[in-house]
């Protein structure tokens, strides 16, 4: 006689999941071309060190083997040199590995993330979205037929009508409610002045990472909102998407004021209501460009005269409804003061954060900044 047994969860010891020769190095790989921006060249030869050290390859699978891979899959293009130098061949990363870094940044930081193709944000105001919030209403005209509660409705028609004669008509039928969706404008400012690699800490790289997560997250999960990327140093400019993992610091000061007059020249011309700079800077504004277009620069301690034109500007972007939330990458006294002052002009937040969890705080950050709608006055 057959017996039938039901199937149940199998426990075993684990074992480790063992990636290809060419994931395993891939991974290593794509870290060593942040930290080296993106220069193909000396992230080579720190992996060609890391292998001596780790053995990292083995016989049956070479760096050769992983530079032909790697051209192979279309990572990496050869540039014929022009005679200026070497006389050899040079290898540049291509837009797919731009990609890769940007999901591996975001991977590293959000977490694996599924992709969604609403891509808006939930709010506690009620309108049309598609996420219930368990409120039902009676239907009025212009009312999506989606969004009609069977359930209710016919419950309604039995109350209203008897269930002998059964009748549905159009006051019998019930809508369930769904959270509004908004949409988010976003502007990233990232300090690049020379304090950002002094000290013997490297603070660029883990803010080249949170804009290279917090884009590809944009880009994956809410296609619907915008996100731009600024740098500021003597002066501010905006960078593309491509350029992320190339960013470098520069000899510059800090001009705060030019970054938060370009991050709301970009929102001005944004359609949507919901609008937010986040800052992430590391130094006191050092920087001023004047008039005549030279430069006002005070490295010792907080200039009065800068000081004020950045109290000045946070107040200008709560007029225009722009919260600012500061990511303060130092924990100086004087300058969690000032970032005190100029938080509380513009009624946003500040974080006094550590390089580890930068990146967790920005994302947490960027989903609860769209539970409510900003409302024009």
């Not at 993330?113 to 049309?128: E, P, S």
């Not at 949409?183 to 803010?207: C, K």
């Not at 010792?300 to 107040?315: F, Q």
Request: with cysteine; hydrophobic share 35%; net charge positive.
């Amino acid at each position: 006689m057959n017996r039938q047994f039901n199937k149940g969860l199998r426990f075993e010891k684990f074992k480790e999941k063992k990636l290809p020769p060419f994931d395993k190095l891939f991974d290593i790989f794509k870290e060593l071309l942040t930290y080296t921006s993106g220069d193909f060249d000396e992230a080579f030869e720190w992996l060609k060190q890391l292998d001596k050290e780790y053995k990292l390859t083995t016989p049956e699978y070479t760096l050769d083997d992983f530079l032909e891979d790697l051209k192979n899959k279309g990572y990496i293009r050869e540039e014929i040199d022009d005679g200026k130098g070497s006389g050899g061949q040079n290898f540049k990363i291509t837009s797919k590995t731009e990609q890769a870094l940007r999901q591996n940044a975001l991977n590293q930081i959000f977490g694996k993330l599924k992709k969604r193709g609403t891509g808006n944000h939930k709010t506690k105001a009620i309108g049309r979205g598609d996420e219930h919030t368990g409120e039902f209403r009676n239907f009025h005209f212009g009312d999506s037929l989606d969004r009609i509660s069977m359930t209710e409705s016919i419950k309604n028609a039995q109350i209203n009508n008897g269930i002998g004669d059964f009748s549905l008509t159009e006051q019998d039928l019930i809508v369930q409610e769904t959270n509004f969706k908004a949409q988010m404008s976003t502007v990233l400012m990232i300090d690049i002045s020379h304090s950002m690699i002094l000290y013997g800490e490297d603070r660029i790289t883990p803010a080249k990472k949170v804009a290279m997560a917090l884009t590809e997250l944009i880009r994956t999960r809410y296609p619907k909102d915008t996100i731009d990327i600024l740098v500021f140093g003597n002066d501010a400019w905006t960078i593309s998407i491509q350029d992320l993992p190339y960013l470098k610091v520069g000899p510059y000061h800090t001009n705060t004021v030019a970054g938060l007059q370009l991050a709301m020249d970009i929102l001005r011309r944004k359609r949507n209501t919901n609008k937010q700079i986040f800052m992430v800077t590391d130094g006191k504004p050092s920087c001023l460009r004047l008039s005549d277009g030279t430069y006002y620069k005070n490295s010792n301690g907080l200039d009065k005269h800068i000081v004020e034109k950045c109290y000045n500007m946070a107040s200008q972007a709560r007029k225009l409804h722009i919260p600012i939330t500061t990511f303060m990458i130092a924990r100086d006294p004087y300058l969690m003061q000032f970032i005190q002052h100029f938080t509380k002009a513009n009624q946003g937040k500040a974080f006094y954060t550590g390089l580890k969890g930068l990146g967790e705080m920005i994302f947490e950050d960027y989903e609860q900044n769209r539970k409510k709608r900003i409302r024009r006055i």
